[in-house]
């Protein structure tokens, strides 16, 4: 019999390894690997593994699982490709900068800029489709959305003056 503990991360491995869409597909996958679980135990596995729904570049949705890495610092080059792939609109309200993405995906922005570690950025907060990003004081949410819109290659920020 597989413990709860296995089971979660067996369903860990799965998500890392397969393109999840559903727990309908989970439960087939934990069975082709030996464990049985229903549809709402796979559902309470991944809240409790607090695993999240995104967007693939394929634009269907399936689910990851965000690494928790506070030391992990992460590269410009990484940080510029999933600004250009996932930023759609960037915004100022001093001293937030409000960045907009496609629904599901503010997180992964969120993750990326925090491990980033760019100067000028204090901290963010996600939610499913838009983000704050607290400019530091000393930097200002004008500087820091100019920097963020070019690493995005976006053209302008919408906002104060």
């Known amino acids: ?13 799965i998500i890392a390894d397969h393109d999840v869409t ?10 082709k690997a030996g464990i049985v679980a229903t549809q709402a135990t796979v559902s309470r596995d ?3 593994i607090g695993a999240v729904k995104v967007r693939t ?11 928790f890495e506070p030391d ?5 080059e990484q940080l510029r490709r999933v600004l250009a792939e996932w930023v759609a609109d960037i915004q100022i309200s001093e001293p937030i900068v409000i960045i907009r993405t ?3 995906c503010a997180h992964v922005v969120a993750s990326a800029l925090d491990r980033s570690r760019i100067e ?10 838009t983000m704050f990003c ?14 963020l819109g070019k690493l995005a290659g976006l053209q302008k920020t919408k906002g104060s003056k």
């Not at 559903?22 to 069975?31: G, I, N, P, Y």
């Not at 607290?134 to 920097?147: M, R």
Request: no cysteine; hydrophobic share 40%.
């Open 120 to 129: 000028g950025l204090a901290g963010t907060v996600a939610g499913d489709d």
């Open 57 to 67: 570049s394929h634009g269907e949705t399936a689910y990851a699982i965000p690494e």
């Open 134 to 147: 607290v400019a530091s004081q000393n930097y200002g949410a004008k500087k820091l959305a100019a920097h």
């Open 22 to 31: 559903s727990h309908t597909q989970l439960v087939a996958l934990l069975k």
């Open 1 to 13: 019999m597989t413990t709860k503990v296995q089971r979660q991360g067996a369903v860990a491995q």
């Open 102 to 104: 496609p629904p599901g």
């Open 46 to 48: 991944l809240e409790e």
């Open 72 to 76: 992990r610092i992460a590269p410009l």
